[in-house]
């Protein structure tokens, strides 16, 4: 079964610092990679995903990620981060199998971001 | 257009009572998928439907249960409620067609249960 790991339970960090927030997953096959953001009392949207292709993938608002897959990673980067990136982040892992497998989240990483 | 809408947004409910939770997916999207989703984890599998056919069920008890309509709407119901059911129930709709690229998850605003 898959897995996914977010080792940083909550980050905190002042405006302009950069940001890097990691996920490892643990499946052996092909899989599709996504981030997604909660801002505060907001619903999840996606921020970037990969699916094959060039490993470093651009997102929405600045946000890029990096699918190393000797080291089943992707990781979230920003180099400056504003407040208003204070948010719960996750990380999800499917696979492109039998017309897509539901999501398998990781527990989340919430950003305080601090003028 | 309108994105995945889910009602009603809050509900609170006493234990062993039963609840349904509604779903309507975007606009041409057929598949729709309901997560659980408890204070400071990740959201969690429950089930995913396509034309109206179920096409996974995550780790939950038989108490959970689900169908979609036609119009491929959706509801989650949930008998016998427990204390431990409070969370937030998030769906999802996403595109079944075109280049798997395209194939994402878009997710409504959710509904807040808590059962007292």
Known sequence: ?115 | DAGVTQSPTHLIKTRGQHVTLRCSPISGHKSVSWYQQVLGQGPQFIFQYYEKEERGRGNFPDRFSARQFPNYSSELNVNALLLGDSALYLCASRVDRGPPANYGYTFGSGTRLTVV
């Open chain 1, 1 to 115: 079964a898959q897995s996914v790991s977010q080792h940083n339970h909550h980050v905190i960090l002042s405006e302009a610092a950069s940001l890097e927030l990691g996920c490892n997953y643990s499946y052996g096959g092909t899989v599709n990679l996504f981030w997604y953001v909660q801002y505060p009392g907001q619903h999840l949207q996606l921020l970037l995903k990969y699916f094959s292709g060039d490993p470093l993938v651009k997102g929405i608002k600045g946000f890029e990620a990096e699918f190393i897959k000797s080291k089943f990673s992707f990781n979230l980067r920003k180099p400056s981060v504003q407040w208003s990136d204070t948010a719960e982040y996750f990380c999800a892992v499917n696979t492109p199998y039998s017309g897509n497998t539901p999501l398998v989240f990781g527990k989340g990483t919430r950003l305080s971001v601090i003028a």
